[in-house]
């Protein structure tokens, strides 16, 4: 069985005969070490962009980023670099990769009702990743959870059913599915982790609700998450006992209030704005003073480029609402576009003051001292943005951007590289810095910098 996966794999990897291009360094048949684990996340994040369909609006990248990021903060010294991904896709799922690489698809998303509740679900994967419970499972290797992580991904898309690739994706699903044990400890963990990080642990019920709702209108066809995540009375009485036992603060997390935002940008992306457009004029008709229906349709205006009605609509949202930096921002970045510089300055000077630690306003900062041909201006605020998220490939890219246009190509190619790298594109990393190291010379402190970053490129591809 696990023969046929592997094989599976290795097809979907692209890896032919002898001469292929298997991680020699993974033991068969040996409990996988931290080191297998990141290589894993590796593999798979670089199948999964061939795979998958991934959302790149950058709002919903940074919300799943920042609750991520808020439910590590309390869960102590972190062991892997953790990533997370939204994937374009209506099914109601979520699943994290052993090594750090955690998934969300859009139906979760746009199911959930607040904020909390999608951070119940990632608490509970970050417990899986975290305290490395494939890595307990007795009987995997590192290669087989890698073929069976792959024969899971090919299992996504009309071709894979056209080619009965289904339920091999479906069993291999199954089979990656943890014991009840752990999906109890990631039940209980998660729960606390998400109190602990000022979430509602309530709402972690309230997801269980949703996917049991979903059981019961579609019994035939379960959502992939229920298949990993049986729902059972037990699972619901021990998460309300876990609820019950912790004390609820009153500590409320700035984005709570965004998940609106986030499903309305996720419906835009799917090309629903005249639908938006229609339902949210309808609840201004019935409330002309509802700030979140004249943010919205700001925003459907935004996405189909009227700029005079998204500004009007979202300059009215902000006179209701004056303290919201979600508001301000998306008003710097309009007003960026119109060429409104001025307004631009004060609405995202707004957003950083409520909001000094969210590397998205650093980056609408930056973009917009660009467009003033303030490139120093604008090199310092890309910086400030990948020094707050230094696993984000878009603020080095910008970086790489604007040091071309200054003429500074040794510090743009050194920045185009970081950001391939972590794009997981080593390739175009390793071309870029051999042109960097060429432009600083081999001999120079720069130069050897950038040396041992090849070497360590390289090291990670052996
Ligand atoms: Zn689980």
Redesign the pocket.
């Known amino acids: 069985m696990v023969r046929k996966f592997l094989y599976a794999f290795l097809l979907t990897l692209g890896f032919t005969g002898c001469g292929s291009r298997l991680p020699a360094e993974i033991p068969l048949l040996k409990p996988m070490s931290e080191d297998d684990e990141v290589r894993i996340s590796r593999e798979f994040r670089r199948e999964a962009k061939k795979k998958l369909k991934l959302v790149h609006q950058l709002e919903v990248e940074r919300y799943v980023d920042r609750i991520g990021r808020r439910l590590l903060s309390v869960m102590g010294p972190p062991s892997f670099d953790y990533r997370f991904f939204v994937v374009e896709d209506s099914q109601l799922n979520a699943f994290a990769v052993p090594g750090g690489s955690i998934y969300v698809h859009t139906g979760l998303i746009e199911r959930v009702k607040s904020t909390d509740e999608l951070a119940g679900v990632l608490g509970?994967?970050l417990v899986?990743v975290k305290s490395r419970h494939m890595a307990r499972i007795s009987g995997p290797d590192p290669l087989s959870i890698l073929a069976l992580l792959g024969v899971f991904l090919s299992g996504g898309g009309a071709q894979a059913q056209a080619a009965g690739v289904l339920g091999q994706a479906l069993s291999a699903t199954r089979q990656l599915s943890?014991s009840r044990q752990?999906?109890q400890e990631?039940d209980t963990l998660g729960v606390r982790y998400m109190a602990e990080a000022g979430y509602d642990p309530r709402a972690a019920l309230g997801f269980l609700k949703i996917i049991d709702q979903e059981r019961i209108l579609n019994p035939v066809d379960l959502p992939p998450y229920l298949m990993?995540?049986p729902l059972t009375q037990e699972r619901v009485t021990r998460v309300d006992a876990v609820v019950h036992s912790l004390r609820i603060g009153a500590s409320r997390p700035e984005e709570s209030d965004s998940i609106k935002k986030i499903q309305t940008l996720l419906r835009l992306e799917r090309h629903d704005a005249d639908a938006v457009i229609g339902e949210y004029e309808r609840l201004l008709g019935q409330n002309p003073q509802n700030a979140e229906a004249l943010y919205m349709l700001g925003l459907a205006h935004e996405y189909k480029s009227r700029w005079p009605e998204a500004q009007q609509f979202l300059e009215r949202a902000r006179t209701l609402k004056p303290k919201s930096p979600g508001i301000d921002r998306e008003l710097g970045h309009l007003y960026t576009q119109i060429g409104e510089f001025r307004s631009a300055h004060e609405a995202l000077d707004r957003a950083l003051s409520a909001d000094p630690k969210e590397p998205l306003n650093y980056l609408w900062l930056g973009e917009l001292f660009e467009k003033e041909s303030n490139f120093p201006e604008a090199v310092a605020a890309f910086l400030r943005a990948h020094n707050l998220s230094p696993l984000w490939p878009e603020p080095p890219q910008h970086l790489g951007v604007v040091y071309g246009k200054m003429n500074r190509l040794g510090d743009a190619h050194y920045y185009l590289a970081r950001s391939h790298w972590l794009a997981d594109e080593d390739e175009l990393a390793i071309a870029n810095l051999e042109r960097a190291l060429k432009i600083f010379g081999p001999t120079t402190a720069r130069g050897q910098l950038i040396k041992d970053e090849l070497e360590a490129i390289r090291a990670r591809r052996k």
Request: no cysteine; charged share 20%.
């Open positions: 509970h994967e899986h943890y752990l999906e990631a990993t995540h």
